[in-house]
Each structure stands twice: as C-alpha cells, then as structure tokens.
Nanobody, 124 residues
Framework: QVQLVESGGGLVQAGGSLRLSCVASGSTFTKLPMGWFRQAPGKDREFVAS????????DYADSVQGRFIISRDAAKNLVYLQMNSLKPEDTAVYYC?????????????????WGQGTQVTVSS
C-alpha cells in the first residue's frame, strides 16, 4: 500500500513560482512511476507531468511544457513539481499519483494511488 501526501500549494501572483512536494509512504515508492494531475472547478482532472521510476524519463502536458519541472528524490520518498511563470489558468487542485509500470503515464486511469490534493491559486 502506498500513501501520498501533497504540500506546497498556496496563493501566488501571475508570473510567480511555487514548488509542490509529495511524500510517499510504503517501501514500494522507489519502484513506482509517479505523476501530477490537476483539477480546476467544473473541469475534469487533467495530466500535468509524469516521471519514471528512475527519474530519467519525464513527460509534460503541452500547457506546462517549459514552465514546470517534475523531479524525484528516492532517498527521501519525495516527488516535486516546480512551477514557474504561473498563469491564472494554472489555478487548480494539484494531485500526486503513483502507478504501475505499464502504460504511458498520461492517463488518469493508469494510476492506482492518489493524494488528497493541494490548492494552487494564481491571481492576475
């Protein structure tokens, strides 16, 4: 069993930065690919970024490519999402998730474990 807890959300002005953290419990963390998703009010939960088990492979949604960076620290059971040049349209609840090895990592259905989410609000 894997439990995920996000932190680091908050209110920031457009153009600013935030770093989200996700701490995982459970000995299998280092064996699991991870991802970040977000959900804005009235919208579906959407893919933001994913990272492979080793950290070597990273994928990003087109909307955040070049602005967001996903990384992981296996020794500390942490996954990060560095968010730069934030825009009002980035406002959402951000979720950390873990999945098995199969699949692309960009579909919500591929993920087995989810955190409770952390709110990010970007003001214009």
């Amino acid at each position: 069993q894997v439990q995920l807890v996000e932190s680091g959300g908050g209110l920031v002005q457009a153009g600013g930065s935030l770093r989200l953290s996700c701490v995982a419990s459970g000995s299998t963390f280092t064996k699991l690919p991870m991802g970040w998703f977000r959900q804005a009010p009235g919208k579906d939960r959407e893919f933001v970024a994913s990272i492979s088990r080793s950290g070597a492979k990273k994928d990003y949604a087109d909307s955040v490519q070049g602005r967001f960076i996903i990384s992981r620290d296996a020794a500390k059971n942490l996954v990060y999402l560095q968010m730069n040049s934030l825009k009002p349209e980035d406002t959402a609840v951000y979720y950390c998730a873990a999945r098995g090895e199969l699949g692309s990592g960009i579909f919500r259905s591929e993920y087995n474990y989810w955190g409770q989410g952390t709110q990010v609000t970007v003001s214009s």
